[in-house]
């Protein structure tokens, strides 16, 4: 039986994945910040444990409680919307902490057992607003690229491990508690000199062609663990498929992804 730790499992995109890869007979650790046994049905192969990705000591004490795992699901991250003018730096290095740095540490963190093993997989999920400009996510999409960045450059130094890294792109799912999480951290970020501009923002994502939904997202983590092709990227979700296929740098995974389901 193989074994999956997955970050962010409270609520949205990672519990559904819990729920995806446990039903498909994985052991499966999910982990959260303040575990709520109650969100997972109780079962052996079914773990929730404790974690902040933002503090090593924490990391290091789940690891060690999950013992040896196949595959690594980096899904915790915190959302902001706003203009990054009225944005404060504390706030962005907030959300640069665990988007981008907690999904570094926690890779860091694995990857020792997975190199010794000569096998794992790391599963990094980032945003569809890496595959095109979208408004007022300035902060949010810089800390969603950098792990793009980061995890092409390493799947070039953990080949020789037999180590793979991979990437699934979320469109716009409405139905996460994605902007009622961060309700708190965005006040006050859309300054009266930007409100006829975020109320059109507003409008339009009110009536989106397309979305995605976490069922999309599990299901495409599921693929991305278990496809053992080179293909680096996997869009979740009818929008970010589409996004991606108008893109010529991920056209091809777009279309890799839709054959596949």
Known sequence: ?????????????????????HAQGWKVVATMRSPRADLLPASSSL??????????????????????I???????????????????MATVRDIFETNTFGTMAMTQAVLPQFRARRTGLVVNVTSSATLAPMPLVAAYTASKTAIEGFTESLAFELEAFNV???????????????????????????????VPYAQSVFATLGQPAATTSERDVAEAVWLAANDATPQLRYPAGADAVALAARNPLFAGAAREHSAAL
Not at 70 to 88: C, M
Not at 164 to 172: A, T
């Open 164 to 194: 793979r890294v991979k990437l699934v792109q979320p469109g716009y799912a409405p139905t996460t508690r994605f902007t009622a999480n961060g309700a708190e951290r965005m006040q006050g970020l859309v300054p009266e000199a930007y």
């Open 70 to 88: 196949d595959v690594l699901v980096n899904n915790a991250g915190l959302g902001l919307f706003g203009a990054f003018e009225a944005t404060p």
């Open 47 to 68: 773990q929730v444990l404790p974690l902040d990705v933002t503090r090593p000591e924490s990391i290091a004490r789940t690891l060690e409680a999950a013992g040896p």
């Open 1 to 21: 039986m193989k074994t999956v730790l997955i970050t962010g499992c409270s609520s949205g995109y990672g519990l559904e994945t819990a729920r995806h890869f």
